[in-house]
């Protein structure tokens, strides 16, 4: 009886320990099945969209959209034809350039990738992508083993 009446005294006590536990285990296995990955991008884009000052008016975008296209052709675009594009931007003297596409194998046409090659040599204020990818599941930037990187081709990274 002695034992019995030491735990009433704590019955709270041990109440308020488990579900502690509970919670414990229940955030850890959260964490590690990215539960909460989906409230966290809702939460960011919500940010982003309250976030209501102007863009840099030094900025210029360029984007390739459907006027683009059917001025210039079907996606994608010769090399050569990025070339004249760059070419045109660095003539009007831009702190630097951003190029937001994938160049991670040689053309078809080694001609055309020679005059975007030059072009970046020329203007020298270019940044190119690379991509990180996973070689097996998702990615985990602390996992250098399972990342992937493709980078621009040989004849680009001199000059980027």
């Given at each position: ?12 006590k041990i109440d308020?320990?488990l579900?502690?536990v509970g ?6 296995f ?11 991008r809702?939460a ?8 209501t ?5 030094r ?8 006027h683009?296209?059917n001025q ?5 675009w ?5 070339a004249r ?5 660095h ?7 951003l ?17 975007l ?16 990818t996973?070689?097996?599941?998702a990615l985990?930037?602390?996992?250098a083993?399972?990342?992937e990187?493709?980078?621009?081709i ?6 980027v």
């Open positions: 009886m002695k034992s019995f009446s030491r735990l009433s005294k704590f019955p709270l308020w320990l579900i502690i919670l414990c285990i229940w955030t850890y959260a964490q590690v099945l990215y539960v909460f990955d989906a409230f966290d809702i960011y884009d919500n940010a982003v969209r309250l976030n000052q102007p863009a840099d008016e900025i210029v975008v360029i984007k390739i959209d459907d683009s296209l210039y052709g079907q996606w994608p010769n090399r050569a034809q990025h594009l760059l070419n045109r931007i003539h009007q003297q831009p702190a630097g350039i190029m937001d596409i994938l160049f991670v194998e040689p053309s078809a046409d080694l001609d055309s990738d020679a005059a090659s030059q072009s970046l040599r020329e203007a020298n204020n270019v940044v190119l992508p690379a991509l990180l996973a070689k097996q599941g985990n930037l602390e996992d083993q399972n990342i990187i493709f980078e621009p040989s004849i680009f990274q001199s000059f």
